[in-house]
């Protein structure tokens, strides 16, 4: 089981910047996929971004060329650089971890940190 932990949430400013990390522990496979799901109020959790252990990125249309998710495998870190924030943007962020485990992929979720960015 991976334990994830999350942070880097707050307020700021439209059009301003932030970053949240997100520190795994446990085990960790080797092949796997860290990235970021985020839910506002009223909304269905989507995909963000994510990156899988041989350096591929993904990322959602709506934050292409704002946001940049990278990762650390020493420390078994991933972040998501978040730039030109929108009030759109504000939500719930959760930390994902994918590991291939044998024949199956399984996942853990961080508890989540509140991003709100104010216009």
């Known amino acids: 089981q991976v334990q994830l932990v999350e942070s880097g949430g707050g307020l700021v400013q439209a059009g301003g910047s932030q970053r949240l990390s997100c520190a795994a522990s446990g085990s960790i496979f080797s092949i796997n996929v860290m990235g970021w799901y985020r839910q506002a109020p009223g909304k269905q959790r989507e995909l963000v971004a994510n990156?899988?252990?041989?350096?591929?990125?993904n990322y959602a249309d709506s934050v292409k060329g704002r946001f940049t998710i990278s990762r650390d495998n020493a420390k078994n870190t991933v972040y998501l650089q978040m730039n030109s924030l929108k009030p759109e943007d504000t939500a719930v962020y959760y930390c994902n971890v994918k590991s291939l485990v044998v024949t199956q992929w399984r996942e853990s979720w961080g508890q989540g940190t509140q991003v709100t960015v104010s216009s």
């Open positions: 990156i899988h252990s041989v350096g591929s990125r």
